[in-house]
């Protein structure tokens, strides 16, 4: 029992690390013993990242791989490069994700699609092309960021698309997990509140938004670096076994009132 958080020997992907939470995603994964493969449309972000790890853990494989995760046949390449590199796939962080905030009468068919097929579809199709090679050796750990926003709204900024898209990657987790629960492969999400990416610094936190948000958040205060790593490292090691089908919301306390 005391080796439950370590991830040596195991390998990773994590969909969605060119920049962000993704990044410290993977750096924390590294540090825990794992190799990596990180995935993402910006090649040459991706490569950045990967020697930045590599510099601070140079014992790990990490491998940057270009892959948008709305196209099919990019993700089973993508799927099949990793199985060449490691032999297997232990852990998968579905973490890609892009948000709009326009209200939905001026919402247009493009951007509603761009929102839903990144952060739905994506999990999806990733989780699809993974979980076949996790199901041959009856192991798996699949970790899905979802959102609070996938089980409240926002009344200041309408993102209409991510509440949707978020909200089935809840439920989606639920049901893949209860699939393959018997398959020794555990699905669950976490569901992160107000943390300062690329992707949130012109929208959640602009500032009637974040004024309202640490008016009502509990804690008074969006997340700090480094606050999701104890969620996801609970989802990705054995200290999971017996858990699944779960969204863990780590929000300082917003989604409890």
Known sequence: MTNLFDLTGKTAIIAGASSGIGVQFAE????QG???AILARRYDKLVAVAEDIRAKYPERRIIPIECDVRKEDQIIVAVQ??????GKIDILLNNAGVVDAVPIEALEEEAW???LDTDLKGVFLMSK??????????YGKIVNTAS???????????THSYNAAKGGVIHLTRGVAATYAKH???????GPSLFKTEMTENTLFAEKALKMYNAVCPMGRPGNPGELNGAVLYFASDASSYTTGQTLFVDGGWTII
Do not use: C, Q, W, Y
Not at 185 to 190: C, E, G, K, L, R
């Open 28 to 31: 924390m994964l590294a540090e």
């Open 81 to 86: 490069k990793v199985m060449e590199a490691f």
């Open 113 to 115: 699609d761009r929102v």
């Open 184 to 190: 020794g492969i555990t699905v669950n999400a976490i």
């Open 148 to 158: 609070m926003l996938g089980l409240t709204a926002s009344a200041s900024v309408p």
């Open 34 to 36: 794992a190799d990596i």
């Open 129 to 138: 092309h993974v979980i076949r090679h996790m199901k041959e050796r009856n």
